[in-house]
Each structure stands twice: as structure tokens, then as C-alpha cells.
Nanobody, 113 residues
Framework: QVQLVESGGGLVQPGGSLRLSCAAS??????MSWYRQGPAKQREWVAV???????NYADSVKGRFTISRDNTKNTMYLQMNNLKPEDTAVYYC?????????WGQGTQVTVSS
């Protein structure tokens, strides 16, 4: 079965950048999304990308984040620029709509001065 492993998170100052990766143990097919969950908050959708590369974003990150994928490497990415404190969260990748069985541990992004 496919397993998804997120990486690339860390501590950055406001205005900084990070690039997250989502590596699949097997081939990635179909539409995928990035999600995030901040402290004491519900998990929210961040960005989506189709198999062919079409993308859309939540209003809160539009213009700052870019989602991409490399199907030959079974990997999806999230380039995050101009980070804000409200971007602090654990970031997850999953299918879109998500499969409850595919949630991993995510990668922590902390934006703080």
C-alpha cells in the first residue's frame, strides 16, 4: 500500500521560505492536496494539484505558496514564500479528497520571530 512521508518543515522567521516534500512509497496517481493543522485548530485544506499539474489554493495562501509534483519521482512539493505566523502548523499531504487511512505524522512548520 502507498505510504506518504512529509519532510522539509522547520523554524523560520516571518517573511522566510520553506519547501516541503511529500514522498510516496509507490506511484502517485490522481489528485493530491496539502493540508495543515495549527495548534488548537481544525485541519484545513491548503492547496490541490491534479495529475496533469493543474492547481488551486486556499485564499489564505494564494500568491505565496506554489504546489507542484514530479510523477516520475513519486513526489509532491509545496514551496512556501513570505511565511506568516498564522502559517504555523503541521503540514500533511494526502489524496484529494483525503483518505482517512493515509494521514501520516506530517512535518512541523513554525513561523516566529
Amino acid at each position: 500500500q502507498v505510504q506518504l512521508v512529509e519532510s522539509g518543515g522547520g523554524l523560520v522567521q516571518p517573511g522566510g521560505s520553506l519547501r516541503l516534500s511529500c514522498a510516496a512509497s509507490g506511484s502517485i496517481f490522481g489528485t493530491m492536496s496539502w493540508y495543515r493543522q495549527g495548534p488548537a485548530k481544525q485541519r484545513e485544506w491548503v492547496a490541490v494539484i491534479t495529475r496533469g499539474g493543474g492547481a488551486n489554493y486556499a485564499d489564505s495562501v494564494k500568491g505565496r505558496f506554489t504546489i507542484s509534483r514530479d510523477n516520475t519521482k513519486n513526489t509532491m512539493y509545496l514551496q512556501m514564500n513570505n511565511l506568516k505566523p498564522e502559517d504555523t502548523a503541521v503540514y500533511y499531504c494526502n489524496r484529494s479528497p483525503p483518505s482517512s487511512n493515509y494521514w501520516g505524522q506530517g512535518t512541523q512548520v513554525t513561523v516566529s520571530s
